[in-house]
């Protein structure tokens, strides 16, 4: 009960909200049915981490990603004529993540954030914007 009234209100509700119900808890319902895999877990049993503004996460990526990795995403990148029509070819899009998680800069436990059903997820999409920087 004292880790729901601390943090409670990540799931919206307030200190006293909690104190004034007899057995608190916490049920997630996802509001469609998922597979039942390791990427859906790992979706969500990814611990929460301090976030960075696109300058650090870009630094981040520069000190992990190799040259070599960082121009043959810009090259995919460089092959549509917008964004858009990049983020919209899964196929580009699911090897740019490929690459990047087989780089480092992306977990495998973060692997699973970045797809939504077939396509890629907006998580995805701010991770290639990131190597754009």
């Known amino acids: 009960m004292e880790h729901l009234k601390q943090y409670g209100s990540q799931f919206g509700f307030a200190p006293e909200q909690v104190e004034g119900m007899q057995h608190p808890r916490v049920v997630f319902v996802p509001d469609e049915a998922m597979p039942y895999t390791a990427d859906t877990f790992a979706k969500f049993n990814q611990q929460e981490m301090k976030g960075q503004n696109k300058t650090e996460q870009a630094v981040k990526l520069g000190k992990i990603v190799g040259d070599d990795t960082f121009g043959r995403i810009i090259r995919s990148i460089n092959g549509y004529n917008t964004l858009g029509e990049y983020y919209a070819d899964t196929q580009a899009t699911t090897q740019a993540i490929n690459e990047l998680r087989d780089a480092g800069a992306i977990s495998q436990a973060q692997y699973g954030e970045m797809f939504d ?12 914007r990131n190597v754009r920087l």
Not at 117 to 128: C, D, F, L, P, V
């Open 117 to 128: 059903g077939e396509t890629i997820s907006r998580r995805a999409e701010k991770e290639i």
